[in-house]
């Protein structure tokens, strides 16, 4: 009996993680919604949340003074708001595609520090941002 009340007790205390781990997730994704359709703006934003996660994984290598010279050409995330409408809708397409097949940071640094890597919820927080900047963008 007292097994099982453990048992009870643990299953309900998982749940709860579980359920608040949750609501956190959508809570961030539903602000990063309303924030991207409130700024009735024609070229890409950056909610907080989404600079956030960028500042942290994926700026040292695509930043001006970054050391990775092929990471520097390929991205500067500063140039982004710069670019036209036509070239932030390519890098918002190429953008989805690295990010739905995990490829970056690159698996070479995640090897090496894997508290690099995206988690499960930057993934998709950056995915949910790059799918609803395409759409907003589509309609200009
Ligand atoms: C350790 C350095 C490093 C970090 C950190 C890093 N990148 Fe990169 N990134 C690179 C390199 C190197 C390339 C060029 C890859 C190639 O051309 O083969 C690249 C290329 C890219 C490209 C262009 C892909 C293409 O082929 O058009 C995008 C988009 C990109 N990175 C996004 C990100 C995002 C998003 C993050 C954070 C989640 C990130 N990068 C973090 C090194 C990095």
Redo the contacts with the bound molecule.
Sequence with gaps: MKTYIKLLGLVLTLGIVAFTVKNKEEETLTKIKEKSIEQNQTGITFPKDVKA??DA??????KPD?R?E??KK??QWEKVPKMNLKEQKS?LG??SE??EDG????E??VTRKPE?A?NLEENRV?ITWVELELERLKGN
């Design positions: 996660i960028i994984k994926c700026m040292n290598c695509h970054a990775n092929k990471a390929k991205l890098f190429d953008l690295v990010l490829e970056m940071p690159p070479k640094m690099m995206l950056l």
